[in-house]
Each structure stands twice: as C-alpha cells, then as structure tokens.
C-alpha cells in the first residue's frame, strides 16, 4: 500500500520569510500524481497545487513552488513571503489510478507578524 | 455552480443512536470519499467508492456503514457501533483517475 510522510508535525515561519515542508512518499508506480492541500482554521480543504510524475518540471503556483524528487520519492513545498493567511494544517497526498487516495499526517504551519 | 455538499454543518447525537451525514456532488465525478479528522490531526479514511453500487473500506470503517445508489450521492451513516464518533467528517469526490479531490465543507458531530 503507498504511504505518505511528513515528517514535521510543526513549522514556523516569520513573515515575508521562506518556508519549506517536507513530504516523502512509498510507491511502485510510476504514474501518479502528488498534491499539497492547505486547510485553514475554517476546515475548508483547499488545493494549494499538484504535480503529476511524468513532469519533470517543478509545479509553480504563484508564492507556492515544489521540489520533486522523484528518484528519492520526496515531493517537498516552499512558501515564498509568507503572509499571514498562509497560516493552516498543510497535506501532502498521494493518488493514482491504481490507488486511493492517501494524505500525510500533516504539517501546523505557524507565520508569525 | 458545481460542487460538493454536505449537511448539515453541525449535528448532535445522542448515545445509541445512529445518525446520517449527507454528501451530494454535481461535478459528475465517480468517486467519492468520506475521511474522519480528530482536533490536530490528519484525516483517516473511512469509506470510498469508484462506482455506483461499490464501495470499499478504509483504514476505519469499523461503526460506519454507506451507500452509493446514486453517483451524486454518498451518505455515510454512524452507527451506535461506533464507540467515540465525535469527530470532523469530510466529504470528497474526484474523477476516475490520479486526480485532485474536490471537499465539501464538513460536519462535525458531537455525541451529547
């Protein structure tokens, strides 16, 4: 069964500062896709961007970024100029056609003013 | 506009009783998903289904019990089984495939 890691329960980050959260995950596919999906005080799950494996080429969504590594099987996030609202429970999952669904435990990401 | 639905927001159940949280999707997407979320944690899958008339169990589907008669709909029933039901129940739907998932807004049910 694939898993999904992040191994950081808590980050900090000051505002206008970088951050990154880290994400591994266990596979024997080759086609699959990877996602981070924020979710704010309200609950409300919101994809924050996606990657599909085939890609060699980072996904970018504006201040968002990720780092895949797909040899290493490490899919990681960069929050460039952290802003408040930025502040939420961020998770990493795992999905192919051959596979449910699969989030990490999640990262609490604090941005202090 | 499309989307996911569920309702209602808030519920409450008394001890023994069953209860059934309600997810409907307009998006025409074949699978759908129900996840539990405890206060500071991850989400736990509960059940999903690819198809109408199939679903299959996740990591806790032990006290719950589904339906999928329609493509649109897939409640989740808590049943009396379920010894520590109160929690954060999101709903999800996605098109057949490695695809991103799409969530409704959640219902959290307290046991009084």
């Known amino acids: 069964a694939q898993t999904v890691t992040q191994s950081q329960p808590e980050m900090s980050v000051q505002e206008a500062e970088t951050v990154t959260l880290s994400c591994t995950y266990d596979?024997?596919?080759?086609?699959?896709?990877l996602f981070w999906y924020k979710q704010p005080p309200s609950r409300q799950m919101i994809l924050v961007i996606r990657q599909e494996a085939y890609k060699q080429q980072n996904a970018t969504e504006n201040r968002f970024s990720v780092n895949f590594q797909k040899a290493a099987k490490s899919f990681s996030l960069k929050i460039s100029d952290s802003q408040l609202g930025d502040a939420a429970m961020y998770f990493c999952?795992?999905?192919?056609?051959?596979?449910?669904?699969?989030f990490g435990e999640g990262t609490q990401l604090t941005v202090n003013p | 506009d499309g989307g996911i639905t569920q309702s209602p927001k808030y519920l409450f159940r008394k001890e023994g009783q069953n209860v059934t949280l309600s997810c409907e999707q307009n998006l025409n997407h074949d699978a759908m998903y129900w996840y539990r979320q405890d206060p500071g944690q991850g989400l736990r899958l509960i059940y999903y289904s690819q198809i109408v008339n199939d679903f299959q169990k996740g990591d806790i589907a032990e006290g719950y019990s589904v339906s999928r008669e329609k493509k649109e709909s897939f409640p989740l029933t808590v049943t009396s089984a379920q010894k520590n039901p109160t929690a954060f129940y999101l709903c999800?739907?996605?098109?057949?495939?490695?695809?991103?998932?799409?969530f409704g807004q959640g219902t959290r049910l307290t046991v009084v």
């Open positions: 999952a795992y999905h192919s056609s051959g596979s449910r669904l699969t």
């Open positions: 999800a739907s996605s098109m057949t495939g490695a695809t991103e998932a799409f």
């Open positions: 596979t024997s596919e080759s086609d699959y896709y």
